[in-house]
């Protein structure tokens, strides 16, 4: 059976959000006085409206006050927040991805003291620091993975032993969500043993303090700021963790390997059709109403051409991505049968960032100069795209992880 | 066949190397990073090239330039713009308008506007065609609306001509002390036939500069309005004949915006591929420095092929300019070219790189933002259909 109807409740959500982010979220996205500044705050009161909506909790089982709803759903809902600004897009799902994943993770004890703080304030968002064992995927093609400890630069949060709880120190220069994170899930090495210890501690630890996010321009100039969201570098300086809010050894391997990076990395996917969408629908708008060359230039054949292309990969990037979601979410789908066993969400993420980049230049071509003015948000959208292009789930290598599927290698 | 370039050529492009990789490069991020458009400018660079003989290579010795040929032209755009794309374009604007004094100007109009361009360090160039609602149809105006173009209007009263109306995205907007000016002269006729180009002196009385656009990249070029109320124009700075815009724009043969574009594109790519050669080199990645992995040797010869082949086009263009053959297309078929070049070599030097936690390279991103102005600049459809009617008919039937 292959069913492509979404439920009406989906559809439901799905225009509450688009109508408040037609309505609210893109119009002062776009405003020039936003545009124009290199630097682009949070838009924080959009943000707690959203979570208002329910999208803050979206993952989180019903029984916890969330809305249950499965990565499908999530995609369909993100795109849609996406489509008006992609920082509230990116910190949002991580949290929804977050608490789904950590309230699977926490016992009831834990449940019972975190989540009325969660539940009280929409503006109590989640954050993970965690070493990403798989981080750089492709490039260890052909080769053992050195251990992260070995990779140069890599931040060591380490666990000491003290009584009946932990001290936890380190730092962790780029942590997503931590300018607005209520409570941080930190995964610490233990400084005199093997393996690994993960604690929950709240933004109010004694300890705990978050820097400043990263300018557009950082390093002396040397660096450019390459992310979406809310980003900030966190320190811990001896922080104290009772062993109540240490999470089980098992419950964290359940959490961190049963999909939690592919989850999120099909939710980026969405993220980005959300962008490219804005792009296209402000081609579509301009195309039909700015006039050339004797006519409108949608009439022009190599301006509908272009249309014609960004509307093919979109869609075509759409049905990966909810593909991706689907057998992420339904895995009896590959042991079945009824679909190939590969590495889906790679597959959707590098085929997104790839088509849905060239698409948003096509249609910021569209506006002639106009494409290039920061006071225009085609130009933001190409970059937004740009940046999607590059991350640690999107590189160069990223899709060699296909490769080792197809070929049933594994480095 | 002879690729090898003259002692003049090969002195111009090696001054050109030193003083883009000792004065452009160390200011290039810097002034990128301005936040305000209108103060990415740097008038200390402009003056230090302009005295090594950048702003005006171009001019005919007569008049006081150094009369480089196309191919020096090429290779001096090419050395500038691995400093810093924008502070390049600003040098070879003035290079563009200062092709059209020598083709088109009277000699009254060469002594009161090229003489001073000659002598002041400061004297840039501009040009203004483009309006809000008069774009491509300014370069290719449609046969059936003979009212689609520019719509700037110029009136007559008595040796002067009165002019109204505003151009935007204008190229050294803030900066140009002379701009050349397209406007309507006669409403009712097709902008071929209905236009005259004006010299416009900055200090014009009804003339002012309005707003800097603020651009994703080229933030060191200004490109700006222009707004003329009731601004009086000497009868003796129209440019060739009144109605006679368009054409004596077309005196100058030289093509030299085409070639401009694809030379300046050709910069930015030895850019791109010295930066990503010396990251390959130097870091390492799983365990292997970069230029160890086979995805990376491929991406780093794509970006060599490239960009070799952009400077075989280039220099082949530049070399049948100077030699006055027909021109069959390659001038603009360059610069399309250059576009797409420009654009993945770029990009692939961003893939090199990677992200490193959550930041880029600047440079990288920089030279990533500057090549997609050529989207619009050099390789838009507009520029890709109209070469058509140059191809050559002796291919196909």
Known sequence: MYNLQLTPEQIEFRDAVRDFVNREVRPAAIDPKRLEPFEKPLMTGFLDQLAQMGLRGLALPEEAGGAGADLLTSCVLLEEIAAGDVDLAMVLGETALLARAVHDAMSDGQRQRWLPKFEANDRYHLSLIARDDDAERGWSYHQAMPAAADIPGTPEVVAERDGNGWVISGLAPFVANAPVAGLFIVQARIADAPGTVTVLIGNDAQGLSIDLELPAFGGGGERARWHHGAVAAVTLNSCRVADDDVLAADAVRRMLQSGLPARRTVQTAAVNIGVARAAYEAAVDYAKMRWQGGRHIVEHQAIGMKLADVAIQLEAARGLTWKAAWVTDHPEAISGRSVNDLPWAVVARTFTAQSLHRATLEAAECFGAMGVMRDMPLQKYVHDTLVLQHAVDCDLAAPLVVAETVAGYSR | MDFSLNEEQRGWQMEARRFAEEEIRPISLARDQIADPKATFDWEIIKKGSQLGFRTLAVPREWGGHEADFVT?????????????????????????????????????????????????????????????????????????????????????????????????????????????????????????????????????????????????????????????????????????????????????????????????????????????????????????????????????????????????????????????????????????????????????????????????????????????????????????????????????
Request: charged residues 25%; contains cysteine.
């Open chain 2, 73 to 397: 032209q090429a290779l001096v755009m090419a050395e500038l713009a691995r400093g810093d794309s924008s502070v390049s374009k600003t040098f070879s604007q003035c290079w563009k308008w200062s092709h059209l004094i020598a083709a088109s100007c009277t000699k009254d109009q060469k002594e009161r506007f090229l003489k001073p361009f000659i002598e002041d360090d400061t004297f840039v160039l501009g040009k203004g065609g483009t309006e809000a609602n008069a774009g491509s149809d300014n370069r290719m105006p449609p046969e059936n609306d003979p009212k689609a173009g520019w719509k700037l209007r110029a009136e007559r009263r008595g040796d002067e001509w009165i002019l109204n109306g505003t151009k935007m995205f204008i190229a050294n907007g803030s900066v140009a002390k002379l701009f050349f000016v397209d406007a309507r002269t006669n409403p009712d006729a097709n902008i071929r036939e209905g236009s005259t180009m004006f010299m416009i002196p900055r200090d014009t009385p009804g003339f002012r500069i309005g707003k800097v656009f603020n651009k994703r990249g080229w933030r060191f070029y200004q490109n700006g309005e222009l707004i003329f109320e009731d601004a009086r124009v000497p009868h003796a700075n129209v440019v060739g004949e009144v109605n006679g815009g368009v054409k004596a724009r077309a005196t100058d043969k030289s093509e030299f915006g085409d070639i401009e574009l694809a030379a300046n594109a050709l910069g930015i790519c030895d850019d791109a591929v010295g930066m990503a050669m010396h990251f390959a080199r130097n870091y390492k990645r799983a365990g292997k420095l970069v230029i160890d992995h086979q995805l990376v040797q491929l991406k780093l010869n794509e970006m060599y092929m490239l960009t070799e082949a952009l400077r075989s086009f280039v220099l082949r263009t530049a070399w049948e300019r100077d030699r006055k053959l027909p021109d069959l297309g390659n001038n603009v078929l360059v610069m399309n070219y250059s576009q797409e070049v420009v654009q993945r070599v770029t990009r692939a030097n961003m893939e090199i790189h990677g992200p490193e936690g959550c930041t880029m390279h600047a440079r990288v991103d920089k030279l990533v933002r500057d090549a997609m102005v050529w989207t619009h600049l050099a390789g838009d459809t507009v520029q890709r259909v109209k070469v058509v009617k140059r191809l050559p008919l002796t291919t196909g039937g």
